[in-house]
C-alpha cells in the first residue's frame, strides 16, 4: 500500500512557476512508475508527466513539453516532483500524483494503482 500526498500547489500569475511535491508512505517507490495527472472542472483527468523507476525515463503530455514542464523523483526521500514553469491560464486544475507497479510509463489512469488527494493550481491572467 503507497500513501501519496501531494503539495505546492497555489495562486501564481501567467508566466510564473510552481513546484510540485509528492510525498510518498507505507512503502518505497523505487519499484513504481510515477505520474502527475490534472484534472480541470467539467474536464477529464490527463496525464501531464511521467517517470520511471531510476529517473532516466520521463514521458510529457504535448501541452506541456518543452521544458515548460519537468518531472523528477528522489527515490531516498521517497517524493516525486513536477517543476512548472512558463504557466498558464490553461494550466488551472487540480494535479494529482500516481503510483503504478510495472516498468512502463503508461498515459491512463487506469493503468495507476494509487492516487494522491490532488493539490489545486490556479493560474491567473
Known amino acids: 500500500q503507497v500513501h501519496l500526498v501531494e503539495s505546492g500547489g497555489g495562486l501564481v500569475q501567467a508566466g510564473g512557476s510552481l513546484r510540485l511535491s509528492c510525498a510518498a508512505s507505507?512503502?518505497?517507490?523505487?519499484?513504481?512508475?510515477m505520474a502527475w495527472f490534472r484534472q480541470a472542472p467539467g474536464k477529464d483527468r490527463e496525464f501531464v508527466a511521467g517517470?520511471?523507476?531510476?529517473?532516466?525515463?520521463?514521458?510529457y503530455a504535448d501541452s506541456v513539453k518543452g521544458r515548460r514542464f519537468a518531472i523528477s523523483r528522489d527515490n531516498a526521500k521517497n517524493t516525486v516532483y513536477l517543476q512548472m514553469n512558463s504557466l498558464k491560464p490553461e494550466d488551472t486544475a487540480g494535479y494529482y500524483c500516481?503510483?503504478?507497479?510495472?516498468?512502463?510509463?503508461?498515459?491512463?489512469?487506469?493503468?495507476?494503482?494509487?492516487w494522491g488527494q490532488g493539490t489545486q493550481v490556479t493560474v491567473s491572467s
Open positions: 507505507g512503502s518505497t517507490i523505487s519499484s513504481y512508475v
Open positions: 517517470i520511471g523507476w531510476s529517473g532516466i525515463a520521463t514521458f
Open positions: 500516481a503510483a503504478a507497479m510495472g516498468r512502463d510509463i503508461r498515459l491512463g489512469s487506469g493503468a495507476y494503482d494509487y
